[in-house]
């Protein structure tokens, strides 16, 4: 008896199913399709770890059991290339990216080759090719030639270690998400896209989607939407109007100041009125490099200085209230300005405290009671103090208050999103270049189509400038160029577009990634999308996947797609943790898949990933569990020893009704429908119980070991297809069918029967099928729970509903 050595054949099989394209898609095919989508990873140099992957296991599972459905799946793999990732290690290193991102790529995909995973590589893409970005380019014109992209001057997020500006979206507590440099604040001309349009959309459409629930929250989250009001103050002496946004309309008669942002134009309109213009001034400066998240952070101290000589009206009751400018009101939300109300705002509470501001009380909690010595009272409530709107609840006074205001011309209801525009401008070297020429006579004009793509320049001093230029800018070949519309002397645009952009789109193009035409022709979209299913990292919530529906509407609207959605499903695999910290290669507690895989072969790898936990759960690694699959595999090994094949024709009919019959098929069941509902874990304690069932047999017979190494196929596809050809089938076992299991075999003998007492459910008892009603009578009254409830109570009747449920009523 030989041993279990997956070395000995994992290769083998690896490069058979390459030789005889297993999994390779066919357009042609009639077959339904089946779009399962790996959120592409960035060629990372050192490699990917065996965290990375899981949820490609699993993705890989998925499709190897629809490939055997008799499905056509598209199950494809690429390179998300461009971007920080790739460009700080060149530099770190010195080796320049072109070199260093190949040699990243060719490395992970011998690691994804060696897991068994079935990728179509003909259709391999890498964003940072020509014939990629060309389309990224592309769309950059598109959205420019609808009005999506546009150029301004706005004040952005600045990491001085990166030397480029970031999106909101990469700046992770006021850090930097990438390096954890604390960003900074500047003003720089730079490209937007308007997502903002599509933001009524991108809410309402979330409810089209298969996505987790803690996705979708992150999403409406981030896009932020709030209804309010915007009310205005008059200001004494003034013509000129405060106009504040709030979402607190019924606390307005405990504003006891206005605080406006540093930013805010009013500011320069009254300076011949501000008595300390000077200090006024000086703060405004000292605010200027400050992030808007260091600046709203709850526990920040409350800076702020007051414009002596300003006052505003409380328009409800005309009281003059003072007017700060103060950091913690930030300009790009709602109008920049707000009415503080210290006794019901936590961050006015600290600043009033603060700066000896009245605190007025004017929301009681519904039980009377309400406390507001230590921090403010923030929930809704009852009004008091305010006048003839005392005595209402928050909710309607919030109305209320403001028609009243509204019918003076001095309130509107109002509603206001966190959502900026996306800005998609890079300093940065390693990025696709942003296809617009500057000319002295034609202004800013967009690269003609045809001229595509505006090729990346290899340019040996690639390092970022930190004067806010793209090292791209000393390349004066690469700037110098001719204006598309005069052919006159111009300049190229300098700056490179956010990874994000390339990563918006890509899953078109795996349909069709040799096109040179289009980014894919249309009837291949048709045929493929929209995706299946999207299993990636939770940590995409609001960035890739927000962009990618943003695309996607886009290009519906311009009718280049007929779908809005671009993924149906999404799924999001559990980290995987590492004595006890999130396996990664900076907590230097990773496990690298190459040496694993000498080790104990992919199969076990897989199959424990699998077996570690739910799926979308966090799961610590356990190198005593690793030892336990392998083991398993081992036994499964083993079995090919018991098979006579003498007795199998003979006893197939009569094993198919035996005990062992009914688990074979209860296992097709099981595994399947775990598949389906990406609950693996149980699928291999299933097969895992079979195998035992197996070994305490006799001998085997072949039929029964074959639907074994059927079921086993996606889970350890190289064992699976060694002991398959060891049986003397000279063809692949993902040519195979997917087993249907009869269901007269996975029919259970017993139920879980439903006890209800006047209608409610009061026990539950597992009791045999097909039992009569007074039987079953019986054992319903003989229970404890039931004899309690019922006591002396008469019996008036019971209804039965058979091998269901009894409802005894009394
Ligand atoms: C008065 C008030 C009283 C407020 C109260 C809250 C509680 P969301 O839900 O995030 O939209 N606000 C408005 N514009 C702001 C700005 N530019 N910078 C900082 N804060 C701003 O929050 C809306 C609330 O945030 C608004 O409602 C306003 O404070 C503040 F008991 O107005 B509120
Ligand atoms: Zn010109």
């Given at each position: ?21 297993i999994f390779?898609t066919?357009?042609?095919s009639k077959k339904p399709k089946f779009y399962v ?22 993705s890989d599972v998925i499709a190897k059991k629809k490939i055997m459905e008799g499905k056509n799946v598209l199950h ?42 079935g ?413 299946d299913l ?134 097709i069941r099981?595994v399947t429908e775990d598949i389906d509902n ?5 699928a ?26 059927k079921l086993?196929a996606p889970f ?17 076992i993902f040519k195979e069918k997917w087993l249907k299991y ?69």
């Open positions: 008896m030989k041993r279990y050595n997956p070395s000995k054949f994992e290769r083998k099989w690896q490069k058979y199913w390459e030789k005889e394209k390779r066919s357009d042609g989508l790996d959120m592409f990873p960035y060629p990372s140099a050192y490699g990917i770890h065996v965290g990375h992957m899981k949820g490609y296991t699993f494809p793999m690429g390179w998300d290339a461009f971007g920080l990732p790739a460009e700080n290690y060149a530099i770190k290193t010195g080796i320049h990216p072109k070199i260093s991102t190949f040699k990243a790529i060719r490395n992970i995909k011998k690691q994804l080759i060696s897991a068994g995973y990728y179509d590589w003909e259709r391999e893409i890498n964003s940072c090719e020509e014939n990629y970005y060309k389309w990224t380019q592309w769309f950059f014109l598109k959205l420019y030639e609808h009005n999506l992209a546009y150029k301004k001057k706005a004040p952005v997020n600045w990491c001085p270690n990166c030397k480029t500006v970031l999106a909101n979206e990469q700046v992770i507590e006021g850090k930097c998400e990438r390096c954890g440099t604390l960003v900074e604040k500047r003003y720089l001309e730079q490209w937007f896209f308007k997502i903002t349009k599509y933001i009524d959309r991108l809410l309402k459409d979330l409810d089209k989607i298969d996505w987790p629930e803690k996705i979708k929250i992150m999403q409406k989250n981030w896009i932020g939407r709030s209804e309010g009001a915007e009310i205005d103050f008059r200001i004494v002496g003034q013509k000129s109007k405060i106009r504040v946004f709030t979402t607190r309309a019924d606390t307005l008669f405990g504003c006891t100041y206005i605080v406006i942002a540093p930013e805010h134009k009013i500011i320069s309109r009254l300076k011949s009125q501000i008595l300390n213009l000077k200090e006024v001034e000086k703060y405004i400066e000292e605010t200027k490099r400050k992030t808007e998240t260091v600046r709203t952070t709850e526990d920040k101290e409350k800076t702020g200085v007051e414009l002596k000589g300003v006052k505003a009206i409380n328009p409800v009751n005309n009281e003059e209230i003072p007017v700060f400018v103060a950091d913690y009101v930030v300009m790009e939300y709602g109008t920049g300005a707000i009415m503080a109300v210290p006794a019901h705002d936590q961050r006015d509470y600290l600043f009033a405290k603060k700066h000896n501001l009245p605190i007025v009380e004017v929301i009681k909690s519904k039980n009377g009671k309400s406390y507001i010595k230590s921090r403010a009272f923030e929930e809704d409530g009852i009004l008091v103090n305010s006048g003839r709107f005392s005595g209402m609840s928050s909710d309607k006074a919030r109305k209320e208050i403001v028609r009243w205001l509204r019918g003076k011309g001095l309130a509107k209801f109002s509603v206001q999103h966190k959502l900026r525009d996306w800005l998609v401008s890079r300093q940065r070297y390693w990025g696709a270049p942003i296809p617009v020429v500057y000319c002295p006579r034609c202004g800013e004009v967009p690269v003609p189509e045809k001229e595509l793509p505006v090729k990346l320049p290899n340019i040996k001093d690639f390092k970022p400038t930190g004067d806010g230029r793209s090292p791209l800018a000393k390349s004066k070949r690469f700037v110098n160029c001719r204006c598309p519309k005069c052919n006159g002397p111009a300049k190229r645009e300098t700056d490179t577009l956010d990874t994000f952009v390339c990563s918006s789109w890509y899953y078109l193009r795996y349909t069709d990634p040799n096109n040179q035409k289009e980014f894919a022709s249309k009837r291949k979209i048709k045929k493929w999308l929209p995706v999207y299993i990636g990292g939770a940590e995409h919530a609001v960035m890739h996947l927000l962009y990618a529906r943003f695309f996607a509407k886009f290009m519906k609207d311009i009718g280049l797609i007929d779908f809005d959605e671009p993924f149906l499903k999404l799924f999001n695999q559990g980290i995987i943790y590492y004595k006890g910290a999130k396996m990664s290669k900076s907590k230097g507690n990773v496990i690298n898949p190459d040496e694993f895989i000498k080790k104990y072969g992919a199969d076990t790898l897989r199959v424990y990933e699998l077996f570690m936990g739910p799926a979308d759960q966090a799961t610590e690694w356990s190198d005593r569990g690793v030892i336990g699959i392998y083991r398993f595999l081992q036994r499964i090994w083993k079995l090919q020893y018991k098979i006579d094949t003498q007795k199998s024709s003979k006893s197939k009919d009569k094993a198919l009704n035996t005990a062992l019959g009914k688990l074979v098929h209860k296992t099981k990406f609950r693996f874990n149980t291999v304690s299933s097969l895992m119980i079979l195998v035992n069932e197996l070994e305490r047999q006799k001998y085997l017979i072949s039929d029964t070991y074959s639907i074994l190494l086993l350890a596809p190289h064992l699976a297809e060694e002991l398959w050809q060891r049986l003397g089938y000279k063809e692949s009869d269901s007269r075999l996975v029919k259970e003998d017993t139920f879980d029967l439903i006890i209800q007492i006047n209608g409610k459910v009061r026990d539950k008892v597992e009791v045999p099928i097909g039992m009569n009603k007074s039987e079953t009578e019986k054992i319903a009254l003989r229970r404890e729970k039931v004899r309690k409830r019922i006591e002396r109570d008469k019996i008036k009747k019971i209804i039965y509903v058979p091998d269901k449920l009894i409802n005894i009523v009394v």
